[in-house]
């Protein structure tokens, strides 16, 4: 990812035609949790991967996408962010976990570790009703949303387009 973010950097500016702000773009290691955050029951693989990231910050690949600090996660309720989603055929609890810059939202399934994309909508008490598009299944783990987003940022480095989500 690191070097798949060089190359991005690099050439933004003649790519794109604006500069990049300097160490925007990033995978932060993981730190020593606050109390707060050690104490939210976070799926088996957002645990594992907040053992040894902080977070990813990548608001100029694409449209931006994110990790969110496992902060975040404890402090979903709060927030406003799902904690479950009802919208058509899915029905889940859920831990939201990321974002991209278009409102959409990235969140794992508490019980299967699906991954789904949950496009801007409606959210109500902490409960996702649906938006703009369904939402859908991106992966079938954390590790398979973890290879799309390396994927993503090595083709926007690449080529200066990548698919969405």
């Known amino acids: 990812m690191m070097s798949a973010i060089a190359r991005l950097e690099s050439g933004f500016e003649a790519r794109f035609g604006y500069p990049i702000d300097a160490g925007s773009n990033y995978v932060a290691e993981a730190g020593e949790m606050a109390r707060s955050e050690s104490e939210v029951l976070l799926p088996q693989a957002l645990e594992a991967f907040y053992a040894n ?8 690949v694409h449209i931006g ?20 989603i009802q919208a058509g055929e899915i029905q ?7 974002s991209d810059g278009g409102g959409g939202l990235f969140a794992i399934n508490r019980d299967s570790g699906i991954v789904y994309y949950l ?3 409606n959210i109500e008490a902490n ?21 799309a987003l390396l994927f993503r940022v090595e083709t ?10």
């Open 65 to 84: 996408y994110f990790v969110h600090p496992a902060i975040a996660i404890a402090e979903s309720e709060a927030r406003a962010l799902p904690l479950r």
């Open 53 to 60: 990231i902080g977070e990813v910050s990548l608001p100029d």
């Open 127 to 147: 409960v996702y009703k649906g938006g703009l598009d369904a939402p859908r299944v991106v992966a079938s783990g954390l590790g398979g949303f973890l290879d």
């Open 92 to 98: 889940a609890e859920i831990a939201t976990f990321g």
């Open 119 to 121: 496009p801007g909508g």
């Open 156 to 165: 926007f480095a690449n080529t200066g387009t990548c698919p969405d989500f």
